[in-house]
């Protein structure tokens, strides 16, 4: 067979795997080869070639390479879990920067708990253990299941009517996973485990710098907003996809959207009795990663402001772009229209203040055409029961309301921080859920293909890096706007979406990584949601102008 690598045209035997076609490279690499693309889509070094294609390695200083990374270090987790702790039940529960956050049922964390766990997951990788992925029958993997009496790995037979289900295996232990994972336990060589709340965290290095574990950046406000959901999620029953499945076919999901829909307008309610006790407050800032709902949050929380005597006045910070010529660049000479020196921070504050002390001023709107603001007459002067609403990435930043003192100002940031596991080692990133809702808008709305949306994703995921995600504790309230049953009211508009991408297309890949996750949900009917719900933001149809 004919593969094509890099520049290269070589020559193969049929079963060669990649690993052994690529040996020495893959050894000679700055960075750990962990996983391949093989005909764009995402396959382990142990995958047997066997047909023509197009390869290419990938490493852990990109960003699938460290999903991979992450992948790989929760199946060793388990296997050193389960060692230890044969009679013990362990949860990944959800994403805390370079952290992955994980409970145990009934097994204390204690000091000697982390001090084990990190021992013998040491040796394990020490070891550079074979890891294989398997394929069974239905027949065979439910026999396992029953023999074993285990509730890991269950995903794949719990929620599909396959007949092939793929295991993965090192030495006496498996577990399944829906997506790639490394060939050996040597390719996760740093990671730490430890003690964190009432739980504890697994951390591992980020893509910009594979080869050294970050320093620790606690976020408080963050793991309680997911600890809270994660709580209520678990009272209600809620937490896994098998569950929602099952709420789907008992008919029982409209109650689910419901109890989840409510769980949203009363922590709204809240913030807005937060701002209203405080009356100092002038202005809310909200900011949030894209595909986070912030239009619809902004709006509903406009509503429960009025309920409190707060009339909102909503300003927008794209009208304060500098003129084009003054707009910075990134590296590659592009115009970073994200950077926070795009705004004109003088005038955006001098605007700002002369509306906290009751003067009139006149609004400019920004020509995206010409690159240059303009004043058409628009004038607004701030009444004594108004409050001013300020959407933006920038608005957990100090540096964008610089003149404003922090007693006048009451931030919020909100994020769709994702709370549903598919099985206890098996979660649904949060960047997946947001990804998949910008799918439906760009096609919805601003008609563009999946193809079109998965290719900026990745520029997209560095701005909010730069931008948003290091001032989150910045916020005085952190808005979940995650939806338990979103992703299967998604499914029915999305997957024709992702299908629609060729095998012989770059994005072929991740759009056949977010199949594999949707194929597990069962559709909810989009007549099941409400009309002010945030979904509607994506899927159209409901009650708010956007």
Known sequence: ME???????????????????????????????????????????????????????????????????????????GKAFEKLYPEGKMTVDYQLN????????????????????????????????????????????????DETNTTKGRLQYDLTNNKKIYMYYCEDYYNYCYETIGDRTGVVKIFEVSKYRDGFLIRYPNSKNPEKMPDFIETKKLAWAMDEYEDIHRILDMDTVYKLNKAVEENKIKEVIMLDEALHEKKISDIADNVAKNRNVKMILIAGPSSSGKTTFAQRLGIQLKINGLKPVTISVDN?????????????????FEHIEAIDLQLFNDHLTKLLNGEEIEMPEFDFHIGSKKYNGKKLKLQQDEILVIEGIHCLNDRLTSRI???????????????????????????????????????????????????????????????????????????????IYELGAFKAVVMPLLEEISKEEKEYAEAQRLINMLKYFKEIPANYIPTNSLLKEFLGGGDFKY
């Not at 690529?22 to 960075?31: T, W």
């Not at 040491?122 to 070891?127: E, L, R, T």
């Not at 304060?320 to 970073?336: L, W």
């Not at 760009?442 to 730069?466: H, L, M, P």
């Open 3 to 77: 593969i094509q690598y890099k520049n290269q045209k070589l020559q193969v035997n049929k079963k060669t795997t990649i690993r052994e076609l690529l040996k020495e490279e893959i050894e000679n690499s700055k960075h750990t080869v962990i996983a391949g693309k093989f005909n764009n889509e995402y396959v382990n070094l142990q995958y047997e070639i066997e047909k023509d294609g197009e390869l290419e390695l990938i490493d852990v200083s990109t960003k699938e390479g460290m999903r991979v990374y992450r992948k790989t270090l929760i199946f060793i987790l």
């Open 98 to 145: 370079n952290s992955l956050f994980c409970d145990t049922d009934n097994v204390e964390i204690t000091d000697e708990f982390i001090e084990n766990l990190n021992r013998e997951m040491k040796a394990i990788v020490q070891k550079d253990l074979p890891i294989k992925q398997v394929i069974m029958t239905r027949e065979e993997a439910k026999k396992l299941y």
């Open 320 to 336: 304060y772009f500098v003129e084009r010529e003054n707009t910075p660049r990134d590296e590659n000479g592009e115009y970073d």
């Open 405 to 483: 003192s922090k007693d006048q100002k009451y931030k919020i940031y909100i994020s769709a921080l994702t709370v549903l596991n598919m099985d206890r080692f098996n979660r649904i990133s949060t960047t997946d859920t947001r990804l998949v809702r910008r799918i439906v808008r760009d096609y919805q709305f601003r008609g563009y293909t999946a193809k079109d949306t998965i290719k900026k994703w990745n520029s997209v995921n560095k701005g909010e890096e730069k931008y948003i995600f290091p001032f989150q504790e910045e916020a005085d309230s952190i808005f979940n706007t995650s939806l």
